[in-house]
Nanobody
Framework: EVQLVESGGGLVQPGGSLRLSCVAS????????MKWVRQAPGKGLEWVSS????????FYADSVKGRFTISRDNVKNTLYLQMNSLKTEDTAVYYC?????RGQGTQVTVSS
């Protein structure tokens, strides 16, 4: 059974930082491209960032480029999202996902 468990969300002030983690199990993590997506209150799902299975290539939505960094540890079966210079519009539930599956999400709230 595929499991994706996110953690690291919370309440942070504008300009602050958070690091999200996603521990994967039930599949061969190192063989899969991974991504982060988010859903803001009252809005649809938005793609945030992707990383190839080997970590050799990363991609970002324009809205987070230069502020967020995706990475992975294929030994620890863990996906990360380092989020810096957070803005109020980054408030959302953040999910890690494969093409087919998504975790339960972790809430990120950016507010003063």
């Amino acid at each position: 059974e595929v499991q994706l468990v996110e953690s690291g969300g919370g309440l942070v002030q504008p300009g602050g930082s958070l690091r999200l983690s996603c521990v994967a199990s039930g599949f061969t993590f190192s063989n899969y491209d991974m991504k982060w997506v988010r859903q803001a209150p009252g809005k649809g799902l938005e793609w945030v960032s992707s990383i190839y299975s080997g970590g050799g290539a990363t991609f970002y939505a324009d809205s987070v480029k230069g502020r967020f960094t995706i990475s992975r540890d294929n030994v620890k079966n863990t996906l990360y999202l380092q989020m810096n210079s957070l803005k109020t519009e980054d408030t959302a539930v953040y999910y890690c996902a494969t093409r087919q599956d998504r975790g339960q999400g972790t809430q990120v709230t950016v507010s003063s």
